[in-house]
């Protein structure tokens, strides 16, 4: 059973750096795919970047374009998602998700994690 942990969220001022980290305690999902998502309060949850399998095929959102980061080490059974240049709007909770493709469309992930708060001050 797939079982999502994120961790490495806080607060950082803008233009600071955080690394978050997504951990199968489950040890079972290296061979899905593995997204970030993240939900600001009273708006949708917005896709940011998702990695396959191999490490191989990465896409982001387009916000998140040569800010943010996306890698897995599968031998950790871990995904790590490294934010540059943070903004005040890059404020959300973060969740991870796996699923069987590298899609930025949430219906299609088939496990999440319970999320870690990002809050970037101005």
């Known amino acids: 059973q797939v079982q999502l942990v994120e961790s490495g969220g806080g607060l950082v001022q803008a233009g600071g750096s955080l690394r978050l980290s997504c951990a199968d305690s489950?040890?079972?999902?290296?061979?899905?795919?593995v997204g970030w998502f993240r939900q600001a309060p009273g708006q949708e949850r917005e896709f940011v970047a998702s990695?396959?399998?191999?490490?191989?095929?990465?896409i982001y959102g387009d916000s998140m374009k040569g800010r943010f980061t996306i890698s897995r080490d599968n031998a950790k059974n871990t995904v790590y998602l490294q934010m540059n240049s943070l903004k005040p709007e890059d404020t959300a909770v973060y969740y991870c998700a796996a699923g069987r493709w590298v899609v930025g469309t949430k219906r299609l992930y088939d496990y999440w994690g319970q999320g870690t708060q990002v809050t970037v001050s101005s």
């Open positions: 489950g040890r079972t999902f290296g061979n899905l795919a």
């Open positions: 990695i396959n399998w191999s490490n191989s095929r990465t």
